[in-house]
């Protein structure tokens, strides 16, 4: 027995966090344990894609958690099945493995690569990835990873992901060879700091594996789940990929996420896939309750124009105080601030009661849930124009 110090010091040091601790949750606002109120426009981290604690998820949950947890992955249920059924029906997709985590959807769809290799291409087994991607923290994902801060990390790495440069499409023809099996990407750098591919790189890079017999892997972990304004990323450029991992949003703040494949390329057998918990109901059922919400067209329509209008207060703020361009789509965008001042910006927004994400030094990530309202947009734009009064204050004086 150990004599922890402090209610802190009990868990792992993973990452830097405020000495706060959260305790409840509804819509965009976020309660500690001091009462104090947050306006958030993290979501835990692009996860709540129906705000905190939705009324619909939170009843699917409960509904389901008097029926049935867990039978056994290797028995059927009912949410599982119905889930599986309205992604389908909503993709250009055949076949679900759902899983519990973003990373281990990405692990799946890269051994369903593999194994596709394995079956179609005499055992090619290279994934050309991206640089800048990030695609999760278990080693295969971490490898498939273009962050260069994971290089010298747990080496050594899985092999077999040459990166490429995201559209330059020249960059991607130069790493094909007889081993290559897929070309993985997120349409949008997330984690890196919201960089989109262009429809046109996306549409390109269809038209290239398509002849040379490769996979397209979309990793819409992030982008998938209405969050730019479509239901997945992929509609946008009118393409039909081959493969697509689903989480964060999928949930509506529960664990839960998902690898979807097209019939050709859905080829595991009997012992090359599994998971404990993977598929569980009550997990399905929330999902459920996300998708009944989301995949509708209003819903859709709602969350690019809600997009539309954020985006167009970012320029006109970033105009105010001579900050960068506007990157991303729908509810993901990104404020470049052209200087490496977005911690202190998070840091004192924080303290003023708004939650807001730095992917890198220069630049803020906003995310906030699907359904946010213009009414508490313009209370965060206006703390923003607060918290960068103060800065440049601060600033001037020192
Ligand atoms: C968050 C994220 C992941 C990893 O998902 P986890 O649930 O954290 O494992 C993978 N890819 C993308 C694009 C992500 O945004």
């Excluded at 991206?130 to 695609?135: K, R, V």
């Excluded at 970033?318 to 910006?345: F, M, N, W, Y």
């Excluded at 800065?391 to 004086?397: I, W």
Aim: proline share 5%; with cysteine.
């Amino acid at each position: 027995m150990t004599n922890a110090t402090h209610p802190f010091d009990a868990l792992m040091e993973i990452t830097a966090r405020p000495p706060t601790v959260f305790v409840r949750g509804e819509g965009s606002l976020l309660w500690d344990d001091s009462g104090k109120r947050y306006l958030d426009f993290v979501q835990g981290w692009a996860v709540n894609c129906l705000g905190h604690s939705p009324a619909v998820v939170a009843e699917a949950l409960a509904a389901q958690a008097k029926l049935l947890l867990t039978p056994s992955p290797a028995f059927y249920n009912g949410p599982s099945l119905k889930l599986a059924k309205v992604l389908v029906d909503h993709s250009c997709f055949d076949q679900v493995f759902f899983t519990n985590s973003g990373a281990e959807a990405n692990e799946g769809a890269i051994k369903l690569a593999r194994k596709y290799g394995v079956l179609r291409k005499n055992g090619a087994h290279e994934i050309i990835t991206f640089e800048g991607g990030f695609h999760g923290r278990t080693l295969a994902t971490m490898s498939a990873s273009g962050k260069k801060a994971f290089e010298p990390l747990f080496e050594p790495k899985v092999p077999g992901f040459p990166k490429a440069r995201l559209n330059d499409l020249a960059s991607v023809k130069r790493l094909i060879t007889e081993k290559t099996i897929a070309v993985m990407l997120e349409p949008i750098q997330g984690e890196a700091g919201v960089w989109p591919a262009t429809d046109q790189f996306l549409r390109d890079l269809r038209d290239l594996t398509s002849a040379r017999g490769l996979l397209l892997i979309v990793d819409e972990i992030q982008t998938g789940i209405g969050r730019t304004g479509k239901l997945f990323h992929y509609e946008h450029a009118g393409i039909e990929p081959d493969i697509m991992t689903l989480g964060k949003g999928i949930g509506g703040g529960v664990p839960l996420a998902a690898l979807l494949a097209t019939d050709a390329a859905s080829c595991f057998e009997h012992g090359d896939q599994g998971g404990t918990f993977n598929g569980n109901p009550l997990m399905c059922a929330a999902g459920l309750a996300v998708m009944r919400q989301v995949a509708d067209p209003d819903f859709l329509k709602s969350v690019a124009d809600t997009g539309l209008y954020l985006e167009s207060e970012l320029q006109r703020m970033s105009a105010r105080h001579g900050l960068g361009e506007v990157r991303g789509r729908g509810l993901l965008l990104a404020l470049d601030l052209k200087h490496p001042i977005a911690a202190s910006i998070v840091a004192q927004a924080f303290q003023d009661g708004v939650l807001l994400n730095a992917p890198r030094p220069d630049a803020l990530r906003l995310m906030p849930a699907l359904n946010v309202t213009r009414e508490e947009i313009a209370l965060m734009i206006d703390a923003l124009d607060a918290v960068l009064a103060k800065l440049g204050a601060a600033r001037r004086v020192a």
